[in-house]
């Protein structure tokens, strides 16, 4: 059975960060595209960043280029999003996902991601 749980949420406030986590289980890990999706109050859930199984290429949302950073320990099965200079637009509900196993595709949209996490909320106070 596939798990991801992310960790690493709460209440900051504007220009500070935080490190989200999101261990995986019951998938081989290092095989999958990892990604973070975000979900704000009266919003779809958009794409926020996504790393390469194979590369390690990371790719990102206009919205959060140059202050988000995703990374991914594979020995751990362990995908990390830094989320520095935080604004209160990035207040939302933040999932991991998977796609895989050995997708050549690098995509932005939800329905390509097989297994969700449950999220975890990240509120930024002005």
């Known amino acids: 059975q596939v798990q991801l749980v992310e960790s690493g949420g709460g209440l900051v406030q504007a220009g500070a960060s935080l490190r989200l986590s999101c261990a995986a289980s019951g998938l081989t890990f290092s095989t999958y595209t990892m990604g973070w999706f975000r979900q704000a109050p009266g919003k779809e859930r958009e794409f926020a960043a996504a790393i390469n199984w194979r590369t390690g290429t990371p790719y990102y949302a206009e919205s959060v280029k140059g202050r988000f950073t995703i990374s991914r320990d594979n020995a751990k099965k362990t995908v990390f999003l830094q989320m520095n200079s935080l604004k209160p637009e990035d207040t939302a509900v933040y999932y991991c996902?998977?796609?895989?196993?050995?997708?050549?595709?690098?995509?932005?949209?939800?329905?390509?991601?097989?297994?969700w996490g449950q999220g975890t909320q990240v509120t930024v106070a002005s």
């Open positions: 996902a998977a796609d895989g196993p050995y997708v050549t595709r690098m995509v932005r949209d939800a329905a390509a991601y097989d297994y």
